[in-house]
Nanobody
Framework: QVQLVESGGGLAQPGESLRLSCEIP????????MAWYRQAPGKQRELVAG???????DYSDSVKGRFTIARDNVKRTLYLQMQALQREDTAVYYC?????????????WGQGTQVTVSS
């Protein structure tokens, strides 16, 4: 069973920073695009940031300029550096990997890590 292991969530005050990490098994690390999603209470899961196999990042408008997605190919880890946190960033954050098998997508998710922004 393929497991993505997340860490780094917690409590932060508005304006502070947190960094999330996601360890990805070698078997899928280079398989496809990676991303961070989040889900706030009562809301649908939404894409926060993605990064392609070639390393090109993309961000949702709500986090652009504040969050940075990065991948470490040696440590096989996906990161999300979050700065200038806002209360609206409070959510459970999930890392995601999608690979393609016979023209069908196969999705892998982390277990989720809680980020709470509160004063």
């Amino acid at each position: 069973q393929v497991q993505l292991v997340e860490s780094g969530g917690g409590l932060a005050q508005p304006g502070e920073s947190l960094r999330l990490s996601c360890e990805i098994p070698l078997s899928i690390f280079n398989a496809g695009a990676m991303a961070w999603y989040r889900q706030a209470p009562g809301k649908q899961r939404e894409l926060v940031a993605g990064i392609s196999r070639s390393g090109n990042p993309d961000y949702s408008d709500s986090v652009k300029g504040r969050f940075t997605i990065a991948r470490d190919n040696v440590k096989r880890t996906l990161y999300l550096q979050m700065q200038a946190l806002q209360r609206e960033d409070t959510a459970v954050y999930y890392c995601h990997v999608r690979r393609w098998y016979r023209n069908s997508p196969v999705d892998y998710w982390g277990q989720g890590t809680q980020v709470t922004v509160s004063s």
